[in-house]
C-alpha cells in the first residue's frame, strides 16, 4: 500500500502560478511513476504529467511549456509547477504512483481543487 498526499491547491487569476506537492509514504518501491491527473466536471479524468524515477516526463499536449513536472526521489515526493494558468485548467487535481514490483501497485491521491478564474 502506497498512500499519496497532496498539497498547493487553491484558487488564482489566469495568468498566474501554483506549485503543487504530493508526498508518498508506505511501500514504495524505487522503480515508479508518479505524476498528476485532473478531473473536471462533466469530464473525464486526464492525464496532466508523469515523471519515472529515472526522470523521464510526458505530458498532456495543452500543458506543454507551462507546467513543469519534478520529483525529489529521497523524500518520495513529487511537484507540478504550473505557470500562466488558464480557466480551462480549472479542476480536481490527483496525485498517481504506479510500480510494477511483484504485482502492480497503483495509488491515488484525495485530490485538491485549482480554480483559475479569468
Known amino acids: 500500500q502506497v498512500q499519496l498526499v497532496e498539497s498547493g491547491g487553491g484558487l488564482v487569476q489566469a495568468g498566474g502560478s501554483l506549485r503543487l506537492s504530493c508526498a508518498a509514504s508506505g511501500s514504495i518501491f524505487r522503480i515508479n511513476t508518479m505524476g498528476w491527473y485532473r478531473q473536471a466536471p462533466g469530464k473525464q479524468r486526464e492525464m496532466v504529467g508523469t515523471?519515472?524515477?529515472?526522470?523521464?516526463?510526458n505530458y498532456l499536449d495543452s500543458v506543454k511549456g507551462r507546467f513543469a513536472i519534478s520529483r525529489d526521489n529521497a523524500k518520495n515526493t513529487v511537484y507540478l509547477q504550473m505557470s500562466s494558468l488558464k480557466p480551462e485548467d480549472t479542476a480536481f487535481y490527483y496525485c498517481?504512483?504506479?510500480?510494477?514490483?511483484?504485482?502492480?501497485?497503483?495509488?491515488w491521491g484525495q485530490g485538491t481543487q485549482v480554480t483559475v478564474s479569468s
Open positions: 515523471m519515472t524515477s529515472g526522470g523521464t516526463t
Open positions: 498517481n504512483y504506479i510500480s510494477y514490483y511483484r504485482g502492480t501497485t497503483l495509488s
